[in-house]
Structures are given as structure tokens and as C-alpha cells.
């Protein structure tokens, strides 16, 4: 069992944070220099935190696996990023962006970090806008901002339909500056495969070269973990290919928590699946339901016709029926579970039956097709090349798709695992959005942690170390872990069984998405539990990977993450097994609101809503690895207090 | 349908390469055309032949991973479309495909279609950038940009650092990234102190790279998948004249490549 300290400080929820950095202990700008921090990824997170670090004087080491910083998969973020700048004079503000948020969660979040977060957003869009990031304007040229789901202003800045690329750019442009002055010594085609942890502490990583394959020990006084999300469990998703969760899995597997990793975000507007072959899945943004609308057919007959004639009478907008304050732009996980369910009645459009409508003729009708045009052009351009149809003139097939994950490694407020020295930031930890996250705020969180949490957070950490005392590369630990390398390299190549890694993936992503997907339920998730230790069982005795240890080995690389995969879907599944209640994106049929329900009959929520349990389930799961994958994981609680807001009923109708 | 394929394969940059020809398995017209080369490396991967190696990562356009030459052009047959958004509606059945990877010195090849772009990080590390420390910056709006200017400099900025500009010119000439980069930055009120310095720097460090000459044949926009304009180049050409004027050092201080 390990402890789950939050450290939130004390004081009123808006002042923590003024008064954590008050309180923090500082390092002198002489002897920042002597400490060494490894920093693994340079998507937003990454990025920004290598370059603010090293602009504080750190000695910085960056790895990522891609060849280049600037290809993270942030640069495919396209919708926009939350600020509470209140620049629209709409109402905004610090408390209602915070407020948002927590709510758009369900209230799984912990709330002074939500804060904290909101409090920062203001900071990031001055940084960013500075650093030369090309944000869409106004004629009077001042920043423009568009509308997300689950808010009723609009806060959301962004660069037409790239907004992750240019803030990737801009983070990347800060990285470059400091690589070029020789502050940050960059490690690209680079794989962490292991976290080296000396008396406890994370003191080093192990790493793979990807171009030659030769193994190499790195050795540091702090280890920062930015390496996103692992939502490719699924297989399909809208992340690109190379996502993926090894190196939070590794750290695990050294004893990191993993917080609540069944919470996944399944995104509301994605192309459908149209074949077996299909190796990902492509999202179009939310920023669409400015203007779409959202549509099936009411008659189940009508859903193999040609859209232009079904009369506008025959047509459910059934967002705007059941979520009549926030209608097209109702959050997330509420879009998908409604689309699921118009499906699930029979109503689903397309070849598959799998789909409902984004329809932009009145918007085009209101706007014209140029503005829309200037909107959207890029998403529309997406579409066609996809499925050589004409959103201008027909409306858009969609259906949702797996898309982010709210759980990751469990940080407290310093964004330190419970290994001490471990940092977790951007998507691949837990922290800010709860059982769900909002529409335009994981740019937001990236950039809060690298950019102004990380960089005041770790010198608390960092005084308490001598640079001096620093473990090398020398002490066993290392060697231990490198030999686990090595160890798992041979095993895979040596196997020599009948199937490709990339098969066993597809198998995974198939379980997972049928039985820890968008619906779960407790027959399902124990189903599936079994039979991905099966498939974890079969995998180790006929996995079959090509070439060598000692060159670009693609089917090499794959093959170590399919493994991630397989035990993480495991522990995904048990967590929302474990989780007796709805929550967010987390949707156990068991638990839903029904027409007799008080909340239902005051007009709150409708049947089939996510139903919480706040009494017995109002705290973070934190899993601890029990030392082998079929060994049953420890479960630790973070109880979740919330000292100013209440937790109510998420209301959006 | 089902397609013929011409693939290079080369073990890695020390080693020769030479031409593959592999028949594909059925096909559908909806795949990708990365999709098509994961269903034929799945066929070559369970007859225990070693997949064909090649880069790609968003599959959507964005991210500038993926590469190849296809029958001869970068990215293959569509105007301002990376490889990976190309489908294979875009052939025929019977056709035979043939795919390459960049060429380019500055590009040397790593496997089979995978080739090292790091030259272009390089030139960023020159000088790609506003110095701005973190948490120094004024009130956003207290810099107002002309839309039109913002809108331009969008444009530019675009660019997903692929490289096929490299690979269509017959100089392997690097001007068409490079000046969406000096471009881009270049025409903000925010990045006006390091204008002239920015250009000299970068241009600088892409010549050290070996990049080629240019002679302004437009190949380079013709197969970019952002359609980066040529007029960039003439922008950053004269801003380049500029710092020669004023004799601005080649290095920024304290950058430079590492
Ligand atoms: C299609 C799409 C659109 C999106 N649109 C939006 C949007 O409009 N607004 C919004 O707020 N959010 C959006 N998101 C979510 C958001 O983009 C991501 O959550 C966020 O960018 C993640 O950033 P990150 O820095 O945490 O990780 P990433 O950008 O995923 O970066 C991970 C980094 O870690 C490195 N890495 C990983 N593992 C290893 C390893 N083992 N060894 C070495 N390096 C490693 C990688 O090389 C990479 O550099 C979108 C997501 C998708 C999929
Ligand atoms: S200018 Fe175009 S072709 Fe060249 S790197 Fe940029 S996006 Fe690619
Ligand atoms: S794979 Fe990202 S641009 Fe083609």
C-alpha cells in the first residue's frame, strides 16, 4: 500500500497557488546550473518544460522517439485552447473557467489543481502569443475566440483548424532556442524503455536508440515524464500511430501509481469506420458544433435515404432536444453516449448503421459558404480527401471515437508521482480533468504544466538533493535496468512465434472497445479481464518479430508497446470494474439516472444520464503494480475534498 | 483491386539498395495509401519477410512523418496532400505503383523509405525563433497584428517541415522550408527585433547542412502538401539582402547549432 499525499496547500482555494510559490523553496541561480533534469517528450508539456527549465539555468537532457520535437502528437490538436481572458466581455472569468471544468469532469477532479490550471491559462496565451504563434484575429487585430462544449462563453483561442501545431511550434521554437545555446541537450529517435529508481528515488532512464539500436544509461537528479496519452489501447483512435503508453507502463512497473486509467474520452465527432483495414481514425474538430448541427432520422426507415430528403419534420436534432442550454455543444462524453444511443435504437445513418449527421446547411444558409468556408476549410478538405464527399453540399457522417485519456500516472499538486523525483506532466498524467475533459483544455493543461507549473514545483523537490550526490550510471540500479532491457529486446526477437505484434494489437483494441468502451458493465469487464490475459498469455508465447536488435526495427518498437497495451487494458478494465458508479466518460450501465429518479423529474438530467456515487466513490483510484502482470494490482485512494465547490448534479439542460 | 509495387529497399545507409517488386493482396479503394503498405507488410511480415520500413505517424496531414515518392512524385499524385492522405481510389486496379524514399544529401537514407531530416531541426536551432523568456510576455492584445498580416504569416507557418521541397528540387534546395520559417516570424510586429539577424543565421546553417542552390523553378511548391508559396522565397531573399546591408553576424549569439 502506498500513501496518496495530494499536498494541496492550505489557505482559500483562489490564493494556493500565489502562496505555494511564495512558500516553495528556491535553488540560486548559481547552483541551478549543477542539477541535471531529464525531460522525456517535447509535445506541449515536453517542450515547454525542457525550454522554461533551461531558461532557469537546469542542465536539460530531452528524449522523445519521434526524429523530430516538433512531430509530437500535439501538432494534430486542431480546435483551440481555453484561456479565461474574458477578452469577448462575455462573462468570463478564472472562477467560471475553473468552475467549467471541474463540472465538465463530473467532479473527479481535484479542484485545487483545476484552479491552479485556470488561474495559469491567462499566462499562456500572452506567452504563446508572444513567442510568434499566428492566432486567429479581428479586423482591428486583436485575438479572436470561438466556442467550446460545456461553456457558455467564448474562450477558446485558436490558429485556424491547427491550433496544437502552432502551439507545438511555438514551444518548439523555445526548445530551439535553448538546444542552439547548448542549455538543452536533445535526444531525438530516442525511446525511454525503462525508469532507473535509486533508494527510491527516480534517478535515470534507459534508452533506446531507434536508428541503432544501442542502448544507452542516463543518469539525473530529477525525471520528467511528458510522454501524452494512451488511448492507441483501443487500437483505432484518433491519435497518431505512434502513441503510446511505455513509458508511463515502465514507470509503473517501477512502483508509479496509476490514477484512474479506465477514464477515456471518446470524441463525439469522428469520421466512421469504413473497413476492417482502417489503422486510425480521424476526429474533426468540436469547433464544428459551432455551426453543425447534430441529426438522425426519427424514423428508423428513413436512415438508408439520401439526407437532402428526409423533411426537416422527420429529423431528430437530439442534442438540442434533450440538452436544450447547451445543445450542439453539449460536452463530450454526454454527444457520444446520445449518438451511441440514437444508434443503439436503430437510427444510425451510413453503411454500417454507425454514424448521425453534422449539418451545416444552415449555417451555410446563414453565413454564406464563404465564411464557413474561412471557419472550417481545412476540416471540410480532411473530410473530402477521407470519404470523397462534399460536406458543403451534404452533411458530414460522424460517430465517436476513442480520443483522450483523463487517467494516467498519479501526480499530486507538485505534478510529483509517488516515487519521489518522478514528474508527470501533460496528458500522460491524471490530474486536471477528471472523469472527462472539456473541448480546447488539454492544450491548456500541457502548456500550464511545462510552461509555469513544472518549472516552480520541482526546485521543492530539487533543494532537497545534492547535485553532487548524484547516482551514476555505474550503480547497479542502472545496470538491473538496463539488463531489463536487454532481457525484453531478445525475448521478443527470439520468440519466433506465428503472429505480428500489429495482430495482437488490433485483437486488444477489438476487447477493449467492446468491453470497456463508450458502455461497460460488470459481465462485460470481467469478460474482458479474462480474456486479455489470455490474450497476454498467447501473446508472449506467439508473438513474431522480424530483423534485429542493432538497427531501425519498426516491428521491434511495436512489438514492446503491444506489450504495454495488453497489461494496461487489463488494469483499465479492473479499474472500471472496481468504479460502481457513472461518472463522465466512465458509463457502467448499472448506474444511470431512470424516469422515476427526483433529479430526473425536476428536469436536471434525462434517463439514461451518467448516474455518480458520491458517497462511496468520490476519490482518485491509484493502482500499484503488485510485482507481476497476473498479480492483482493494489488499489490506493486519493479521497477527493472539495472545499468550496459542492458536488452536484451535472446539469446541461 | 489489386496493384503492383515498386518499393526501394535499402538495409541502411552503408548498404546499396535496389528495387522490389511485390504483388499486392486485395485491395480497397477506401485505404490509405499507408494503409495499403501495412496490408502488404502484414502479408511480407507472416511469410517471415521483413516489412518495408517507412515513416509515418498522425496519418492526417499534419505532423510531416510520412514521405516517399510516389511514381516519381513527392506525396504522391494530389496537389497539397501528404502521402498519408492519399487513397488508393486515387489509382487503378492493375496499376503498378512505384515508391521511393526523399533523396537528398542532406537527407541520408536510414532504411528502405525512411530517410533523416534532422538538417531541417538544425537550421532551426540556428535562429528559429523569438527570444522570449518565459513568463516575460505583455497582455496578448497589447500587440495588435493586422489580420491580414496574421493571416499571412499563417500561411507560412503551416509548413509541416516534411522536406518534399527538398525532394522535388533538382538541387535538393532547402529555400521553400526555410523561408516559411523566416516568413512566418518575419512578418509579426513580434518578431521584428530578430528579423535580420533570423535570416542571415538560419540561411547560413541550412548552407552548412549541404542543401543546394536555388534557381526558382517552383518544384518545390508544386508538390508541397501546405501549398507554401514561392513568394515567401522572393521575402526571405530580400530580407537576407537586408542583412548583408547591414552585416549582421552569422551566428545569433549565443545560439547557433549545436
Ligand atoms: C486529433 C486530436 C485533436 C486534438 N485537438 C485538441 C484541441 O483542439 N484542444 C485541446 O486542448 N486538445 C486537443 N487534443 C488533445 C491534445 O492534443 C493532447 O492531449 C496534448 O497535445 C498532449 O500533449 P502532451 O505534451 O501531453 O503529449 P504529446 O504531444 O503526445 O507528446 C508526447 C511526447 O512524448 C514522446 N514520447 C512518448 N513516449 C516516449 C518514450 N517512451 N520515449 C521517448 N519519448 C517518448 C513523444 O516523442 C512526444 O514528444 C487533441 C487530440 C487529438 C488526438
Ligand atoms: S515547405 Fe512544404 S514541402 Fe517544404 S517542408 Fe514545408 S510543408 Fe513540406
Ligand atoms: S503521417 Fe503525419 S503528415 Fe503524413
Known amino acids: 500500500m502506498t500513501t496518496l499525499n495530494s499536498n494541496i496547500p492550505s489557505g482559500p482555494l483562489s490564493q494556493k497557488w500565489e502562496s505555494y510559490k511564495f512558500n516553495t523553496k528556491l535553488i540560486n541561480p548559481a547552483n541551478k546550473r549543477k542539477y541535471k533534469i531529464i525531460v522525456v517528450g517535447a509535445g506541449l508539456a515536453g517542450a515547454s518544460a525542457s525550454a522554461t527549465l533551461a531558461e532557469l539555468g537546469y542542465e536539460v537532457h530531452n528524449f522523445v522517439f519521434h526524429d523530430s520535437p516538433r512531430r509530437a502528437h500535439s501538432v494534430a490538436a486542431q480546435g483551440g485552447i481555453n484561456a479565461a ?61 470561438r466556442s467550446f462544449g460545456g461553456a457558455q462563453v467564448s474562450r477558446t483561442f485558436y490558429a485556424r483548424g491547427q491550433t496544437g501545431q502552432q502551439l507545438l511550434l511555438g514551444a518548439y521554437s523555445a526548445l530551439n532556442k535553448m538546444i542552439g545555446q547548448g542549455a538543452v541537450k536533445s535526444y531525438t529517435h530516442s525511446e525511454m524503455l525503462d525508469l532507473v529508481v535509486v533508494d527510491g528515488h527516480a534517478k535515470g532512464i534507459i534508452v533506446r536508440n531507434l536508428q541503432t539500436g544501442d542502448i544507452t544509461k542516463h543518469n539525473a537528479d530529477a525525471v520528467v515524464l511528458a510522454t501524452g496519452g494512451y488511448g492507441n489501447v483501443y487500437n483505432l483512435s484518433t491519435y497518431a500511430r505512434g502513441s503510446n503508453v511505455t513509458a508511463s507502463w515502465r514507470a509503473y512497473k517501477r512502483g508509479a501509481c496509476f490514477g484512474n486509467p479506465c477514464y477515456t474520452q471518446i470524441h463525439p465527432t469522428c469520421i466512421p469506420v469504413s473497413g476492417d483495414y482502417q489503422s486510425k481514425l480521424t476526429l474533426m474538430s468540436e469547433s464544428l458544433r459551432n455551426d453543425g448541427r447534430v441529426w438522425t432520422p426519427k424514423k428508423k426507415e428513413d436512415c438508408k435515404k439520401n ?53 451545416f446547411s444552415d449555417a451555410i444558409k446563414r453565413l454564406g459558404e464563404n465564411k464557413v468556408r474561412e471557419r472550417y476549410g481545412n476540416l471540410f478538405a480532411m473530410y473530402h480527401e477521407i470519404t470523397n464527399e462534399d460536406a458543403y453540399k451534404t452533411p458530414m457522417r460522424i460517430y465517436p471515437a476513442v480520443h483522450y485519456t483523463m487517467g494516467g500516472l498519479w501526480v499530486d499538486y507538485n505534478l510529483m508521482s509517488n516515487v519521489p523525483g518522478l514528474f508527470v506532466l501533460g496528458e500522460a498524467n491524471f490530474s486536471d480533468h477528471g472523469a472527462n475533459r472539456l473541448g480546447a483544455s488539454a492544450l491548456m493543461q500541457g502548456l500550464s504544466d511545462g510552461y509555469f507549473v513544472l518549472p516552480a514545483t520541482i526546485s521543492g523537490y530539487l533543494a532537497t538533493q545534492k547535485p553532487d550526490k548524484r547516482p551514476n550510471i555505474d550503480n547497479p540500479a542502472f545496470k538491473q535496468a538496463e539488463e531489463n532491457v536487454q532481457t525484453l ?107 422515476d429518479d427526483p433529479e430526473t423529474k425536476q428536469g436536471l438530467v434525462n434517463p439514461g444520464d451518467v448516474k455518480r456515487r458520491d458517497d462511496a466513490f468520490a476519490y482518485v483510484a491509484g493502482w500499484e503494480y503488485a510485482g507481476a502482470p497476473d498479480k492483482a494490482p493494489v488499489l490506493n485512494k486519493e479521497p477527493l475534498i472539495y472545499e468550496e465547490v459542492h458536488m452536484s448534479t451535472r446539469s446541461y439542460k | 483491386m489489386k496493384i503492383t509495387l515498386k518499393v526501394w529497399r535499402q538495409k541502411n545507409a552503408n548498404s546499396p539498395g535496389w528495387f ?207 501549398e507554401i508559396s514561392l513568394d515567401f522565397i522572393a521575402r526571405m531573399n530580400r530580407d537576407y539582402g537586408v542583412s548583408l546591408l547591414k552585416g549582421e553576424p552569422k551566428k545569433i549569439a549565443g545560439g547557433g547549432a549545436a
Open chain 1, 85 to 145: 481572458k474574458n477578452y469577448q466581455n462575455d462573462g468570463d472569468s478564472v472562477r467560471r473557467l475553473f468552475y467549467d471544468t471541474i463540472k465538465g469532469g463530473d467532479f473527479r477532479a481535484r479542484e485545487a489543481n483545476v484552479h491552479r490550471l485556470a488561474e495559469v491559462s491567462v499566462n499562456i496565451i500572452d506567452q504563446c502569443a508572444a513567442q510568434g504563434v499566428p492566432f486567429a484575429r479581428e479586423y482591428g487585430g486583436l485575438l479572436d475566440n
Open chain 1, 307 to 359: 439526407p437532402a430528403d428526409i423533411p426537416e419534420a422527420d429529423r431528430d436534432y437530439y442534442l438540442e432536444r434533450m440538452y436544450s442550454a447547451f445543445g450542439n455543444l453539449a460536452p463530450r462524453d454526454i454527444a457520444s453516449r446520445a449518438a451511441k444511443t440514437v444508434c443503439d435504437e436503430g437510427r444510425g445513418i451510413g453503411e454500417t448503421g454507425l454514424g448521425v449527421y453534422l449539418d
Open chain 1, 489 to 595: 529486446t531478445k525475448k521478443l526477437l527470439g520468440n519466433k512465434g506465428k503472429r505480428t505484434p500489429a495482430s495482437f494489437h488490433k485483437e486488444l483494441g477489438k476487447l477493449m472497445w467492446d468491453y470497456c468502451g463508450m458502455a461497460r458493465n460488470k459481465a462485460g469487464l470481467e469478460k474482458g479481464i479474462k480474456l486479455i490475459s489470455e490474450l497476454r498469455e498467447e501473446y508472449w508465447k506467439n508473438v513474431n518479430v522480424l530483423g534485429e536488435a542493432g538497427e531501425w526495427n519498426q516491428q521491434l518498437e511495436n512489438a514492446g508497446r503491444v506489450a504495454d497495451f495488453i497489461e494496461l487494458g487489463e488494469l483499465m478494465c479492473r479499474d472500471a470494474l472496481h468504479r460502481e458508479e457513472s461518472c463522465g466518460g466512465h458509463f457502467r450501465e448499472e448506474y444511470q439516472y431512470t424516469p
Open chain 2, 20 to 226: 522490389k517488386t511485390y504483388q499486392s493482396p486485395a485491395l480497397n479503394e477506401n485505404m490509405s495509401f499507408l494503409e495499403m503498405l501495412d496490408v502488404v507488410n502484414e502479408e511480407l511480415a507472416n511469410r517471415g519477410e521483413e516489412p518495408i520500413a517507412f515513416d509515418h505517424d498522425c496519418r492526417e496531414g499534419i505532423c510531416g512523418t510520412c514521405s516517399c515518392v510516389i511514381n516519381g512524385k513527392p506525396h504522391g499524385p494530389h496537389k497539397g496532400i501528404a502521402t498519408c492522405q492519399t487513397y488508393m481510389r486515387s489509382f487503378r486496379d492493375g496499376d503498378t505503383i512505384v515508391v521511393e524514399p526523399f533523396r537528398a544529401k542532406a537527407f541520408p537514407i536510414i532504411k528502405d523509405l525512411v530517410v533523416d531530416r534532422k538538417a531541417f531541426d538544425r537550421i532551426q536551432h540556428a535562429g528559429g525563433f523569438i527570444s522570449v523568456r518565459t513568463g516575460s510576455a505583455p497582455d496578448a492584445n497589447a500587440i495588435p497584428v493586422p489580420k491580414e498580416n496574421a493571416d499571412l504569416a499563417m500561411d507560412a507557418a503551416q509548413c509541416i517541415g516534411c522536406g518534399a521541397c527538398v525532394a522535388a528540387c533538382k538541387n535538393a534546395s532547402a529555400m521553400l522550408f526555410v523561408a516559411a520559417k523566416v516568413s512566418h516570424l518575419g512578418l509579426l510586429p513580434q518578431g521584428q527585433p530578430e528579423r535580420y539577424k533570423r535570416v542571415k543565421a538560419m540561411v547560413t546553417q541550412m548552407d552548412e547542412e549541404g542543401f543546394g542552390a536555388c534557381t526558382v523553378t517552383g518544384s518545390c511548391e508544386a508538390v508541397c502538401p501546405k
